[in-house]
């Protein structure tokens, strides 16, 4: 059982019984969704996925196993994200390795991805626009859209060596061909005539960092967290680097933080470039992304 030292698996358990005691002791330490966690991090230490770990559910929990899901329960414990214990996480269909040097990559960000292919599509039917994703992080948007689009030419930037080490070996081993610079938002790309720009860039005010979930708050990158004072200020960097392009580009989408559509979509507007702005919601109704259209 559990002891006020850290987790301790039980002597006789089945695998589901381990299952089960992981999560009332990731609960009982506060662990948003301990469940799932738990499962998570189950299948990863057995290496079973599927109907393999379903079928094994009620086989007696390995011994040789014990010492590696001890280990991994009391990191979580502690509040380290499931993704980066695993290193890896899923977006858009294909598995991205995950370092704490990069975010972790959401689902409402797939939402991006999926409305920038649509809206591409009826830009550019059958052609080939250059895309570019600002501030890539893993490189999930960049590597999605020239998996989803091979035709399109894809560009990703980020001002941190360490994501952009993670961003291209994720690339390279999903076989995609995505082209990568180093630098702050826009500005590798001077003189690059851009078609798409996509971008979630850090967004959390930074006097609202500290209250963040702990798993956000203490092991995810702050630079890729914090977006200034009010949450505005890679908007407003990259609408005040637009003049590095030879024009702006016909399509832009940004990822935004609650309650910033409104601000993110009057910044668009002052540049006076786009004939169309649209504020896109999530599942849950919230405003999450901005996008424009010439």
Not at 106 to 133: K, N, Y
Not at 201 to 224: C, F, K, S
Not at 239 to 252: E, N, S, T, V, Y
Not at 276 to 292: C, K, Q, S
Request: aromatic share 6%; with cysteine.
């Amino acid at each position: 059982m559990p002891d006020d030292n850290g987790y301790v698996l039980s002597g006789a358990v089945n695998i589901s019984e381990a299952r089960r005691e992981a999560s009332s002791f990731l609960a009982a330490r506060g662990v948003h969704e301990p469940d799932s966690n738990a499962e998570l991090l189950l299948r990863h230490v057995l290496g079973l996925e599927g109907a393999a770990y379903l079928a094994a559910l009620r086989d007696p929990f390995p011994a040789d196993h014990r010492d590696a899901w001890e280990a991994v329960i009391r990191r979580k414990a502690a509040g380290e994200p499931a993704q980066y214990i695993i290193g890896e996480q899923d977006f858009y269909g294909l598995t991205f390795k995950v370092t704490p040097s990069v975010l972790i990559p959401r689902p409402e960000t797939e939402l991006l991805v999926e409305r920038i292919v649509q809206i591409g599509d009826s830009l550019w039917p059958g052609g080939a626009p250059l895309a570019a994703d600002i501030g890539t992080g893993s490189g999930a948007i960049a590597a999605a859209l020239a998996h989803l689009r091979p035709s399109w030419r894809v560009s990703a930037s980020d001002i941190s060596p360490e994501a952009l080490d993670v961003a291209a070996a994720n690339v390279r081993r999903l076989g995609l061909d995505v082209a990568f610079k180093q630098g702050n938002l826009l500005e590798p790309f001077t003189g690059e005539p851009l078609d798409i720009v996509v971008s979630n860039p850090p967004y959390i005010p930074a006097d609202t960092i500290a209250h963040l979930q702990p798993e956000v708050r203490d092991y995810e990158p702050r630079g890729a967290l914090d977006g200034g004072p009010d949450g505005l200020a890679p908007y407003r960097v990259m609408m005040a680097q637009l003049p590095l392009l030879p024009r702006p580009p016909r399509l832009i989408g940004f990822e935004l933080g609650m309650g910033q559509a409104g601000d993110v979509a009057e910044l668009l507007r002052q540049a006076g470039c786009w004939r169309e702005i649209v504020t896109v919601t999530d599942l849950a109704g919230i405003d999450r992304h901005v996008i424009v259209i010439a």
